[in-house]
């Protein structure tokens, strides 16, 4: 499983930023996925999960009402919008899968940075 991650980059605050995390896998959809967050000097942390469906999402409380998760099946590809962005989203964002939405997922991504900043 090789999980690609893009789409990060640099925002100033209250812009918007849409990563994108493409999977190469076999049965892509059978797989839920998730995004996390490292920012320096902490723990990795649960941003976003999806089903293997797209019909259940869940999300962190300090991104809920910000953020979107969502996949597009037919391209092997999750996306996380990410929206009204402030500076402590700043991070290495990782995409993750597994068979089910989880906070220790079996595959992961390489990460893409976000950086929020005026």
């Known amino acids: 499983v090789q999980l690609q991650a893009s789409g990060g980059g640099l925002m100033q605050p209250g812009g918007s930023l849409r990563l994108s995390c493409t999977a190469s896998v076999h049965a892509f959809s059978s797989y839920a996925m998730g995004w996390f967050r490292q920012a320096p000097g902490e723990e990795r942390e649960f941003v976003a999960g999806i089903n293997w469906s797209g019909d259940s999402t869940n999300y962190a409380d300090s991104v809920k009402g910000r953020f979107t998760i969502s996949r597009d099946n037919a391209k092997n590809t999750g996306y996380l919008q990410m929206s009204r962005l402030k500076p402590e989203d700043t991070a290495v964002y990782y995409c993750?899968?597994?068979?089910?939405?989880?906070?220790?997922?079996?595959?992961w991504g390489q990460g893409t940075q976000v950086t929020v900043s005026s």
């Open positions: 993750a899968l597994d068979r089910i939405v989880t906070t220790t997922p079996r595959y």
